[in-house]
């Protein structure tokens, strides 16, 4: 009896092994665009801001974090991604723009419904210091651009350019023009938007998942107008802090934010 036992248990393991090893898996390709207005945004470039005045944008990223795709036929969400940095400062000449872009290998191959993306960092990695994280952690790699000592905080999302205040179609500095910094930070400013789309990730394949952020949209009010830029305490989210801005900026993701 203890032969056959053995043996029994021999035949589970390599069973259970076999299993494990043939559970079907395919690839997803996420990618994330930059918009201004519908169309690609270029950094360094003037777009129309409002009725009459000229904006430009010298600095657009932003942390993604606790990303995962919710399984259809579950209530399952598999996980995908725990913290990056997307960052366009890199798009600025129309002919360089493309999209942020990752890969994620041997996902389970079952039918989703749609993507659960965080915007900005966990407050459980939002710490101040570098020892907190590995070499290659992206908050390491990040963290001399973009922790902020004063408020004990990554900053979320860096939104930085000059509104053409004088309307004389060149951007300057202060007074003739008004450069701002939208940097918000701090747990509570944590945001996370839910995109549904259905599709099947099959045995083998790829499944490509592309969505685009617009920058017009993140700096509207709640009635859809843009911010007034001609009001100096809209022009800073930390220098000085300015929360209530900075809780309008990152709600807005969950309208800038969609499925292209």
Request: hydrophobic share 40%.
């Amino acid at each position: 009896m203890k032969k056959l036992f053995f043996f029994i248990a021999i035949i589970s393991l390599v069973s259970c092994q076999e299993k494990e090893i043939l559970s079907p898996t395919g690839n997803v390709n996420l990618s994330i665009n930059a918009l201004f207005a519908g169309q690609p945004l270029v950094m360094g470039q003037s777009y129309l801001f409002g009725s009459a005045n000229q904006i430009k944008f010298d600095e657009f990223n932003f942390f993604i974090s606790n990303v995962t795709l919710l399984e259809a036929e579950t209530d399952d969400e598999t996980d995908l991604l725990e913290v990056a940095l997307v960052n366009f400062n890199g798009n600025t000449t129309p002919a360089n723009v493309k999209p942020a872009s990752f890969e994620f290998r041997t996902v389970p191959a079952v039918k989703y419904r749609g993507i659960k993306i965080g915007i900005g960092v966990p407050s459980g990695l939002n710490k101040s210091s570098l020892s907190n994280y590995g070499v290659g952690h992206p908050l390491k790699q990040a963290f001399d651009s973009h922790f902020w000592k004063d408020g004990n905080s990554f900053f979320f999302t860096k939104l930085a350019g000059v509104y053409d205040l004088n309307g004389d179609g060149s951007f300057g500095t202060s007074p003739e023009d008004n450069p701002f910094e939208l940097f918000p930070a701090k747990n509570s400013s944590f945001q996370t938007v839910t995109l549904f789309k259905s599709f099947t990730l099959e045995n083998g394949k790829s499944v490509k998942l592309d969505l685009a952020v617009d920058v017009l949209k993140l700096l509207q009010t709640a009635t859809n107008q843009t911010i007034d830029f001609t009001d100096p305490t809209n022009l800073s989210t930390y220098n000085p802090e300015n929360s209530s801005l900075s809780k309008l900026l990152m709600g807005n993701y969950k309208t800038a934010l969609v499925f292209e």
